[in-house]
């Protein structure tokens, strides 16, 4: 059965740091991975999308990396800033269905 | 372009009472989904289809049922509401199974 982790539960950064948020997986046979980022009280918005044949993704300050065979990606954050404050959540689609299986999430706090 | 829009945003329920959320997108997307959010558990799959007209169980779905009888709306109904429903419900599509996924802004659902 798919598991998805990231480390850590919680992170707090001054503002204008570069930082990486990660997430592992424990089978490599997924489809897709997908970070999204969730304010309070909202929805989720979708930040990047790695194919399983990619490597990396970049929008902006954001750069999502996958490495399927080891079962990790990471999102890097540069230049951080007061409104990247949110919780950081990354999804993989598993190749046998449709599902998306959810890590629990980073919460990102940026200090000003 | 409104996205994806659940309806509605709040509601308060007493143990045994029905409801039914509803879901729109107007992205002509094929794929939706039903997914609850709780505390330290990410989100499951309650829910998904495919296309209009079908449905498939996800992850947790015993107590809900779901219907797709149009393309743009998928809707989530609790037949005899229990306190373990407690929980937020997020509604999310994607054109397909490999497409970045959208959701909505949730609706927090409270069973006294």
């Known amino acids: 059965k798919q598991e998805v982790t990231q480390i850590p539960a919680a992170l707090s950064v001054p503002e204008g740091e570069n930082l990486v948020l990660n997430c592992s997986f424990t089978d490599s046979a997924i489809y897709n991975l997908q970070w999204f980022r969730q304010d309070p009280g909202k929805g989720l918005t979708s930040l990047l999308l790695?194919?399983?044949s990619q490597r990396e993704q970049t929008s902006g300050r954001l750069n999502a990396s996958l490495d399927k065979s080891s079962g990790r990606s990471t999102l890097y954050i540069a230049a951080s800033q007061p409104g990247d404050s949110a919780t950081y959540l990354c999804a993989v689609r598993q190749d046998s269905n449709y599902q998306l299986i959810w890590g629990a999430g980073t919460k990102l706090i940026i200090k000003p | 372009n409104a996205g994806v829009t659940q309806t509605p945003k709040f509601r308060v329920l007493k143990t045994g009472q029905s409801m039914t959320l509803l879901c729109a997108q107007d992205m002509n997307h094929e794929y939706m989904y039903w997914y609850r959010q709780d505390p330290g558990m990410g989100l499951r799959l309650i829910h998904y289809?495919?296309?209009?007209?079908?449905?498939a169980k996800g992850e947790v779905p015993d107590g809900y049922n779901v219907s797709r009888l149009k393309k743009q709306n998928f809707l989530l109904g609790l037949e005899s509401a229990a306190p373990s429903q407690t929980s937020v419900y997020f509604c999310?599509?994607?054109?397909?199974?490999?497409?970045?996924?959208?959701f909505g802004q949730g609706t927090r659902l409270t069973v006294v």
């Open positions: 790695i194919q399983s």
């Open positions: 999310a599509s994607n054109l397909y199974r490999d497409t970045e996924a959208f």
């Open positions: 289809s495919v296309g209009e007209g079908t449905t």
